[in-house]
């Protein structure tokens, strides 16, 4: 079975809601990857495609996660506080979920990195491993409702175009 991720679909730098929603979809896809692997693979080494399927989601977890995160943190979020009252709440809720992600995927990372230099993962570790990768799949998904459901659709509807073009221009100069 080959592991395919889809082709991202281009939202532009002047639709960050696309651009984030497009992110998340990147994120699950990477993430059911993390599962699916460390599940058919209990108790033997990971195939060549499996260790490749596995590393890429590493790294996009390394860079795009943590970019994502800034362009959250550091645009979206503060904009949003000072026009809506309504979402506090629920950005302080979306923040501390970035930080137990990023703690959770050091944990994971690690472990799978450990797995790929060893090449073996004995049954203890594979049930750790499963269970990490599952927490951190299901932190992302109730992450993703959060934010897709109330904050992008509070955005949408109390920031101006102009203030969401800025937020775009401010992604697209971050990753330069």
Same mark, same amino acid.
């Given at each position: 079975m080959a592991f395919q991720i889809g082709a991202?679909?281009?939202? #532009?730098?002047?639709?960050? &809601? #696309?651009?984030?929603k497009d992110c998340h979809r990147r994120i699950e896809s990477f993430l059911h990857i993390l599962c699916v692997v460390v599940d058919r693979a209990q108790g033997r080494s990971l195939t060549d495609e499996e260790r490749v399927a596995v590393q890429a989601a590493l790294q996009y977890?390394? $860079? #795009?996660? /943590?970019?994502? $995160?800034?362009?959250?943190? /550091?645009?979206l979020f503060p904009r949003l506080r000072k026009s809506d009252a309504q979402v506090f709440e629920e950005i302080d809720r979306l923040e501390n979920d970035h930080r137990e992600a990023n703690d959770l995927h050091g944990s994971v990372e690690r472990s799978y990195s450990a797995w790929i230099q060893s090449g073996e993962l004995g049954p203890e570790e594979t049930r750790q491993?499963?269970?990490?990768?599952?927490?951190?799949? /299901?932190?992302?998904?109730?992450? &993703?409702?959060?934010e897709?459901? $109330?904050?992008?659709?509070?955005? $949408?509807q109390v920031l101006d175009r102009n203030a969401l073009t800025a937020i775009g221009t401010e992604f697209r100069f971050r990753r330069k």
């Open positions: 991202k679909p281009d939202s #532009g730098f002047d639709d960050p &809601i #696309g651009m984030l977890f390394r $860079t #795009g996660g /943590q970019r994502h $995160t800034a362009d959250e943190e /550091q645009s491993l499963f269970s990490k990768t599952s927490r951190l799949k /299901q932190l992302y998904s109730d992450h &993703i409702h959060v897709e459901t $109330t904050v992008f659709a509070r955005a $949408t």
